[in-house]
């Protein structure tokens, strides 16, 4: 006779048994480092000055340019111009004092007519680049291959809605030069051969904006938060603020190890980051919520929380590995 005691232990023994091979099965079918899919029509921008489809330049290039600017941008004809106006005029002020500069607006299968509205930008400044998706990827996707097609020393990507005050760029840039003791400006070969992470952050207005908030929509972000904190980041108060600063090496072997492609990717950049050593720091920046926001309520939060269960499961069972990059 079967005690009570020897059934509890045969149904451990057995859910332990099922996790174990839940978890095999897992790794055993998934690719342990990231395919990176670009359409051969992705290579390309449309040089409005030479009239010629000329070739992105690949972030294993040496850099040209000090900064290179990434914008993601989906379905967002009419919160990406004011933004651009905002950044160009700062930019452009910059330029006079020797700053070199691009922007890359990737239209990620906008089905709006967000690349017009871009390359309307690209018709007067040759600095601007519109990098057009063929589909719809997620910001990380857009925001990977914006990052790969950069000439920058370092480069910002920074949403497209433009909630984030651009000049608060000097801010990060001040943190940049006290991890590096070097300014990228003046010396870009030493800064983009180094490593560094800077994060935008809206962590200090946290208590404004739960005042604006439902009740449930407050109980969702501390919710994330405290899951992002238990599974995968600590030290970082705000990961999903868009408007982070790296290095050009920094952004070569996050991005090349990256697989999350949709919302949270954000947090699996700054585990790969955390996780190689890689100096990390997080200055407040002036923020405003803007109209017209990509985040769908309640879908978007369990697709988050589902890529944070992702991550820290298939890095803890070694189903996904960081991509070991050549030394520079």
Same mark, same amino acid.
């Given at each position: 006779?079967?005690?009570?005691?020897? *059934?509890?232990? %045969?149904?451990?023994?057995?859910?332990?048994?099922?996790?174990?091979?839940?978890?095999?099965?897992? +790794?055993?079918?998934?690719?342990? /480092?990231?395919?990176?899919?670009?359409?051969?029509?992705?290579?390309?921008?449309?040089?409005?000055? $030479?009239?010629?489809?000329?070739?992105?330049?690949?972030?294993?290039?040496?850099?040209?340019?000090?900064?290179?600017?990434?914008?993601?941008?989906?379905?967002?004809?009419?919160?990406?111009?004011?933004?651009?106006?905002?950044?160009?005029?700062?930019?452009?002020?910059?330029?006079?004092?020797?700053?070199?500069?691009?922007?890359?607006?990737? *239209?990620?299968?906008?089905?709006?007519?967000?690349?017009?509205?871009?390359?309307? /930008?690209?018709?007067?400044?040759?600095?601007?680049?519109?990098?057009? %998706?063929?589909?719809?990827?997620?910001?990380?996707?857009?925001?990977r291959l914006g990052l790969q097609s950069a000439?920058?020393?370092?480069?910002? /990507?920074?949403?497209?809605?433009?909630?984030?005050?651009?000049?608060?760029?000097?801010?990060?840039?001040?943190?940049?030069?006290?991890? %590096?003791?070097?300014? /990228?400006?003046?010396?870009?070969?030493?800064?983009?051969?180094?490593? +560094?992470?800077?994060?935008? *952050?809206?962590?200090?207005?946290?208590?404004?904006? $739960?005042?604006?908030? *439902?009740?449930?929509? $407050?109980? %969702?972000?501390?919710?994330?938060?405290?899951?992002?904190?238990?599974?995968?980041?600590?030290?970082?108060?705000?990961?999903?603020?868009?408007?982070?600063?790296?290095?050009?090496?920094? +952004?070569?072997?996050?991005?090349?190890?990256?697989?999350?492609?949709?919302?949270?990717?954000?947090?699996?950049?700054?585990?790969? +980051?955390?996780?190689?050593?890689?100096?990390?720091?997080?200055?407040?920046?002036?923020?405003?919520?803007?109209?017209?926001?990509?985040?769908?309520?309640?879908?978007?939060?369990?697709?988050?929380?589902?890529?944070?269960?992702?991550?820290?499961?298939?890095?803890?069972?070694?189903?996904?590995?960081?991509?070991?990059?050549?030394?520079?």
């Amino acid at each position: 006779m079967i005690t009570l005691e020897v *059934s509890i232990a %045969l149904i451990v023994l057995l859910a332990v048994g099922m996790i174990i091979l839940f978890c095999l099965v897992i +790794a055993v079918m998934t690719e342990p /480092y990231p395919k990176i899919w670009r359409h051969k029509d992705e290579n390309f921008f449309q040089n409005f000055f $030479t009239g010629q489809r000329e070739k992105f330049p690949s972030i294993s290039d040496d850099c040209s340019v000090h900064i290179s600017v990434v914008i993601p941008a989906y379905n967002e004809e009419e919160r990406l111009p004011p933004m651009l106006d905002e950044c160009i005029e700062y930019l452009e002020n910059r330029k006079k004092s020797g700053l070199t500069y691009e922007i890359i607006v990737v *239209s990620d299968g906008s089905t709006d007519s967000t690349i017009v509205a871009a390359e309307s /930008y690209s018709r007067k400044y040759e600095t601007v680049r519109v990098l057009g %998706l063929v589909k719809n990827r997620g910001k990380g996707g857009a925001v990977r291959l914006g990052l790969q097609s950069a000439r920058g020393s370092v480069v910002l /990507y920074a949403d497209a809605d433009g909630a984030t005050k651009f000049s608060d760029i000097e801010k990060l840039e001040s943190s940049l030069r006290e991890i %590096l003791g070097v300014d /990228y400006t003046k010396d870009s070969a030493k800064a983009a051969l180094s490593d +560094a992470v800077v994060c935008g *952050s809206r962590a200090h207005l946290e208590k404004e904006e $739960t005042a604006k908030r *439902s009740i449930f929509r $407050t109980f %969702l972000m501390h919710g994330f938060h405290f899951l992002v904190w238990l599974l995968c980041v600590r030290g970082v108060r705000d990961t999903q603020c868009g408007f982070k600063l790296l290095t050009r090496k920094t +952004a070569r072997t996050l991005f090349n190890a990256l697989h999350v492609e949709q919302w949270a990717f954000d947090v699996e950049m700054l585990f790969i +980051a955390q996780t190689l050593r890689i100096p990390i720091t997080e200055i407040a920046v002036n923020w405003t919520e803007i109209d017209g926001s990509k985040v769908v309520p309640i879908w978007s939060w369990l697709q988050m929380g589902r890529d944070l269960g992702l991550i820290w499961l298939k890095y803890r069972i070694g189903a996904w590995k960081i991509a070991k990059l050549k030394a520079d």
